[in-house]
């Protein structure tokens, strides 16, 4: 199949794209919900943490972090998509150096994250405008007034929360929850949670790392706790159609802090 058009990925790198993309490898969980989804058919690999939709049957090529490069090439893709951070440069790199194209997308902020993936659906993929597109569009489309400021550990041992410019950090500000740590320079720094700023909140994700009721608050004894889905946090797909009221409903039905005292609920 020859190539007829080059396009500017997220990042501004020419890529070369079929006019018929039809093999699709995809190293982003987000991403491969996404093209699963609105555009059935076209995958044929995806990483091991790609696990939406559940019933997704294709060749698996190991992690977003650590991608078995000859089986993505192996399995003769027309695009494979990645993005910035969830995936190495170096990956990206090599990828291309072995004659792969490879679709890169940027997403800091929740506009930035729809507008990419109706660039990749629509306009990459030739694909139908997606309802859950539409509907996340309209449900994101009005910022709520900052009304709490929190802190959101991502991992811990070594504990590590949302700094600068992450998707993370504008879904929480589009609910009405300020980062603490926005304007760190690092977008995932390193913390001690027990120096951690002043805060109404410490919002706990259920991955990258597992926070359950009884693994994370208790590091945390004076300061409610709310424990969210991290799907519905992080991941940009057909997640974020209701992702914005069921978070809403998760943040609400926060913890006191109190009760954790004893690293336990009382």
């Known amino acids: ?4 058009r080059t396009l500017r990925d997220d990042l501004g790198v020419p890529v070369a794209v ?43 090529v190991r992690g977003t972090k650590n991608p078995d490069r000859a089986a993505v090439t192996a399995l003769a893709p027309d695009l494979v998509i990645a993005n ?18 490879v679709w890169v997308t940027v997403t800091e902020s929740v506009p930035q994250a729809l507008a990419s993936l109706r660039r990749l659906l629509v306009t990459v ?17 009005v ?13 811990r041992d070594p504990w590590m929360v949302v700094g600068a410019r992450t998707f993370t950090g504008d879904v929480l500000a589009r609910l009405g929850v300020g980062n603490a ?13 027990t120096e951690v700023p002043d805060v109404d909140l410490v919002v706990l994700p ?42 809403t409903a998760q943040l609400a039905a926060r913890r006191p802090g109190r009760s954790w005292a004893a690293g336990r609920p009382s």
Do not use: I, K
């Open 1 to 4: 199949m020859g190539v007829s």
């Open 18 to 60: 079929p006019e018929e993309v039809r093999r699709v490898v995809s190293l982003v969980p987000s991403l491969t919900e996404a093209v699963a989804v609105s555009t059935p058919g076209r995958l044929v690999g995806a990483t091991d943490w790609c696990t939406h939709p559940a019933d997704l049957d294709v060749t698996r």
């Open 84 to 101: 910035q951070e969830e995936n190495r440069q170096l990956d990206v790199q090599r990828l291309r150096a072995d004659g792969v194209p």
């Open 125 to 141: 993929l030739r694909g139908p405008e997606p309802e859950w597109l539409l509907a996340a569009e309209h449900a994101w489309s």
């Open 143 to 155: 910022p709520a007034p900052a009304t709490r400021t929190a802190v959101v550990p991502v991992w």
């Open 181 to 193: 740590l926005a304007e760190h320079p690092e977008r995932y720094p390193h913390v001690d949670p």
């Open 206 to 247: 259920d991955e990258p790392y597992a926070f359950t009721p009884d693994d994370g608050p208790e590091a945390f004894p004076d300061v409610d706790v709310a424990l969210v889905s991290g799907r519905l946090l992080t991941w940009y797909g057909p997640s974020l159609a209701t992702a914005r009221d069921e978070l």
